[in-house]
């Protein structure tokens, strides 16, 4: 695309979400038509309608969009916290939310801060690291595994699983369904041996409180099995991925990269300008459940899929006057983790470890550069480095 985009296919591996053409079709204005039918370009507008109430969370009919109407994956997708709406959703995020309040989570730091040291320490002497597969996989499965109570050292099978899962919110779905599926399958079998467990000998992890919250609260064991596979799944690819991308973005500005390293202090709002200018979570999706008149030409009929690209909304000029990367700016809440009911449930999980994890690479891996170009997904749907080397200042 050179000119303004006045359609985009966001089905297409080759579309860029972040492209000058995006950017441009949002001066003109702030809609267009897409493949799964329109997406929003601009910050006051999106984040409107994510809180618009005529709309409901919009993923329970991804499956669908892409030809797969039944099977395992199809009916486990229909039953996660993504699909679920009113009274279902509410219950289901009430009994998941102690587990992810920020408390909670910030007494986990120091674990993440030393499980962080480790992984640096087996790399930062030689110089040189596929940032991927050395830090952001094990890094953030093992937070997982933490956070459930399973045995660390069980990571690499349960990043295994959760990365081919993961494969389900990119656009080559379809040609990824029995992967997906294989997957599905494994951590299925994995949790119910881990919530047998939980019920022959409370730990007092995660698992063991939505195992009594079963009897107490009316959780059944369908939905605790989804809602674990879905957490093992969703906190693994997305913190993985925006690790990367956050990487990439800061090593595209050397002096934003030592700055970090020299301020850990900054950790948390690098992690919020990151999301806001490369965000893993490309577009967030909502459905109209009444026919929507949105203005400017734009009318929704009942069931139609909006889309809100979340970086064209979070550079949008007209919200950030200079939208330029800067870790020490005061912005507008990006719009990476959504907005409203469905405003995602591990966010503060996400904001912990990441604000733990970019000071501490910066300062470990200092005048870090791209060793190659790397691997990546497309830029659309949920993104991120399948594989990314980098070169630095060795032994800090």
Known sequence: MTGPASYLDLADPACDVTSPAVHAAREERWWVETSYGWAVLRYAEGSALLRDRRFRQGNA???EQNGIHSGRFAGWWKETLLSLEGDDHARLRRLLMPAFRNKT???MQPRFQALADELVDGFA????VELISEFAEPYAARIICVLLGLPEDHWPQVAHWADDLGK???TAIADDLPRIEAALDGLYSYVDDVVAARRATPTGDLVSTLVAAQE???LSARELGVALVFLAMAGMETTRNQIGLAVQTLLRHPDQWALLGSRPDLGASAVEEVMRVNPTVTWVTREALEEVDLGDGLVVPPGGIVQVLSHAAGTDPSAMPDPSFDITAS???????GAGAHHCLGHFVARTDMAVALPLLARRMPGAVADGPGSWLPVSGNTG???FPIAFEPGH
Do not use: S, T, Y
Request: proline share 15%; glycine share 16%; aromatic share 12%.
């Open 216 to 218: 107490a609260d009316g």
């Open 385 to 387: 480095a399948l594989a």
């Open 61 to 63: 009919r991804w499956p």
């Open 168 to 170: 389900a919110f990119g």
């Open 105 to 107: 989570i910030a007494a």
């Open 125 to 128: 002497p030689r110089g040189q």
């Open 331 to 337: 912005r507008p809440p990006h719009l990476g983790f």
